[in-house]
């Protein structure tokens, strides 16, 4: 099970959280997500989606032949959307409390 | 089929077979539409990332197996050992003037690249301790420049050991070889502990009776010792293996056979290179042992299909 979560696979996750993809859709929506910030190479992308599937986040759902090619689609399982949920609140609890400190300090207008 | 498609299609030679036939077609579709969307062509480094993958996937070296996972937990305690071993050849090898006709320092006093190279390992283990996450780069550059330097010192000294470099370098090979995890753990204190056994450990096993107190080089001076003292060492790693494995830690069972293995190796090598040397039937069953073990790992981390997805084909075309 993933115990931290790097950028990378929060961005996937919280691309999946707007239900099943296939493997150059969750590219698309990791660089939207990241304003084109992080591009996930294809190794890079079936490194990560190997790994997730392993740890019971996400799970296969099934494919489709779309102009002669293979899509797979994957979403989110029960326990991914947990830790999603879990890791979206922290990331938010801990951005809000910065956010705070920034206008105190003036910093943040 | 486009010529692209054709190259595309070739990457996947680097997978194995099962997972080429479960994964390959979506592989190549990616490829395929990320390169419409940006290029005419698949670009360079998503052909290097896919054939890099497919090669971990192929050696078994992917966060999900336990040659990968033994990896990762080997990875900082190999730097740190490493580090340990060259300030033991710094005391022992390099710092000890030695004018002798039969004997020539490795390095020498200062005299070429030897302490250098140790202190390229200390401060790679400072670098990972604070910023573990670049292990891998760290392990390349310690690795990079002590075979750069073995080179050089060959240029300006006859005698440097190879075996002490062969042992230095591979103690980097976990970090290199250990897969693409979120590495937050520095595993400070388990991996100094480790380091401070191998410096007790060298000690015991090159300490000879004729010079005692006298640090002397790991395969020199202390040749005989090694042949004598190594087999208990290498025994007492496998025994330690064979406990961890029972008592179900298996990971780390693999990982301090993966951290043994430069010594193991070594220990049979370096006798065998020697006319003057035998190799202690010890040691070679302890190579043997070794050799299963590993087998073991490697066998047990290789690519299995994954069970049939749970939706069928239909149910998404229909859809």
């Not at chain 1, 660089?31 to 079936?46: F, I, N, P």
């Not at chain 1, 392993?54 to 779309?66: L, M, R």
């Not at chain 2, 090159?206 to 006298?214: D, I, K, L, S, Y």
Request: charged share 20%; hydrophobic share 45%; glycine share 8%.
């Amino acid at each position: 099970m993933i115990k931290e979560m790097r950028e990378p696979t929060f961005l996937v996750l919280a691309t999946l959280a707007e239900g099943k993809k296939h493997g150059y859709a969750i590219i698309q929506g990791v660089a939207s997500l990241s304003e084109g910030e992080v591009e996930l190479k294809a190794g890079t992308l079936y490194a990560m989606l190997d790994r997730l599937t392993f740890d019971g986040v996400i799970e296969s759902v099934g494919d489709e032949i779309v102009d002669g090619r293979l899509r797979r689609y994957y979403e989110l399982t029960s326990e991914g959307t947990t830790l999603l949920s879990e890791e979206s609140k922290r990331r938010v609890k801990v951005s809000n409390i910065a956010l705070r400190r920034l206008r105190f300090v003036g910093g943040f207008a | 089929m486009t010529q692209d498609l054709v190259r595309s299609s070739k990457l996947l030679r680097f997978y194995p077979k099962a997972y080429r036939e479960e994964r390959g077609e979506e592989i190549v579709a990616t490829l395929q539409e990320a390169a419409e969307a940006r290029v005419p062509r698949v670009s360079l480094s998503d052909q290097i990332s896919v054939a890099l993958y497919g090669v971990r996937v192929r050696l078994g070296l992917t966060s999900e197996t336990m040659f990968g996972k033994a990896l990762d937990i080997a990875a900082i305690p190999g730097l740190v050992m490493g580090a340990f071993f060259g300030v033991y050849l710094l005391i022992s090898g390099d710092l000890p003037v030695v004018s002798s006709r039969f004997f020539y320092p490795h390095f020498g006093p200062f005299l070429t690249v030897g302490p250098l190279l140790y202190l390229v390992w200390i401060l790679g283990v400072v670098v990972v301790f604070e910023w573990p996450q670049y292990r891998r780069r760290v392990a390349g550059v310690c690795m990079t420049l002590t075979i750069v330097g073995e080179l050089l010192a060959k240029l300006v000294h006859r005698n440097p050991n190879i075996w002490e470099i062969a042992i230095l370098v591979s103690l980097g090979l976990p970090s290199l070889l250990a897969p693409d995890v979120y590495v937050t753990r520095r595993r400070i204190i388990p991996s100094l502990c480790v380091g401070l056994v191998t410096f007790a450990t060298l000690f015991f096993v090159t300490n000879t009776r004729v010079n005692p107190g006298f640090f002397n080089s790991f395969y020199w001076s202390g040749t005989y010792e090694i042949v004598r003292r190594q087999p208990y060492v290498d025994l007492l790693l496998l025994a330690l293996f064979a406990v961890l494995w029972i008592t179900k830690r298996r990971e780390v069972a693999s990982a301090t056979l993966i951290l043994s293995s430069p010594w193991i190796v070594v220990g049979v090598a370096y006798p065998m290179s020697l006319q003057h040397l035998q190799v202690d039937t010890l040691n070679v069953v302890a190579l043997i042992a070794w050799a299963v073990g590993m087998a073991c790992i490697v066998t047990t981390s290789r690519y299995r299909p994954q069970p049939p997805a749970s939706v069928e084909l239909s149910t998404l075309n229909s859809g």
